[in-house]
T-cell receptor, first 116, second 116 residues
């Protein structure tokens, strides 16, 4: 079984829709991340969860709402998105030790999102 | 200022050629970590290597080798005898211990095309 899985792999939604992205890790990690990869920008961190608590929100608009019910699952709830939100959304996980997040992050395959 | 610079946007080589991907980083931390990831067309970021700032030994793994030089703040990646399957976007990333940041800072990536 692959370490980090994401569903769906592709998503097309209108600006008035509500959808959710799901991420699951099978590596026994205690930290999970959402990254956004746009066509012409470097990978950008969106959110970090450690032990199911959000520890970082990188100035992300409120139309993106994360949820981490347990250390293995991470969701990104989407509502009233804009066309510029079209991107590849990548989930990652790692083992955080105290306040140190220096361990390797392992990534899922991503969800390619198109907002019409 | 950009913290991780990958000046080569795209490189095209013919199979069996050697190719070096450059990475220059900037940090004030004394403890930091450098990473290389591979992103094939499927989208998943595949971890290749993690190196801490105190270990300047070069590393070789099969056809892959890495040259870490603190004096020039560089962490270059060489693929020997390239193959078509090496075609992907390669990202260099930096993780800084002292600042306590939880995210990886990624370079903009180098797209490698290996022609048969």
């Amino acid at each position: 079984e692959t370490g980090v899985t994401q569903t769906p792999r592709h998503l097309v939604m209108g600006m008035t829709n509500k959808k959710s992205l799901k991420c699951e890790q099978h590596l026994g990690h205690n930290a999970m991340y959402w990254y956004k990869q746009s066509a012409k920008k470097p990978l950008e961190l969106m959110f970090v969860y450690s032990l199911e608590e959000r520890v970082e929100n990188n100035s992300v608009p409120s139309r993106f709402s994360p949820e981490c019910p347990n250390s293995s699952h991470l969701f990104l709830h989407l509502h009233t998105l804009q066309p510029e939100d079209s991107a590849l959304y990548l989930c990652a996980s790692s083992h955080a030790v105290g306040t140190s997040y220096q361990e390797t992050q392992y990534f899922g395959p991503g969800t390619r999102l198109l907002v019409l | 200022a950009q913290k991780v610079t990958q000046a080569q946007t795209e490189i095209s080589v013919v199979e069996k050629e050697d190719v070096t991907l450059d990475c220059v980083y900037e940090t004030r931390d004394t403890t930091y970590y450098l990473f290389w990831y591979k992103q094939p067309p499927s989208g998943e970021l595949v971890f290749l290597i993690r190196r801490n700032s105190f270990d300047e030994q070069n590393e070789i793994s099969g056809r892959y080798s890495w040259n870490f030089q603190k004096s020039t703040s560089s962490f270059n990646f060489t693929i020997t005898a390239s193959q078509v399957v090496d075609s992907a976007v390669y990202f260099c990333a930096l993780s800084e211990e002292d600042t306590g940041r939880r995210a990886l800072t990624f370079g903009s990536g180098t797209r490698l095309q290996v022609q048969p």
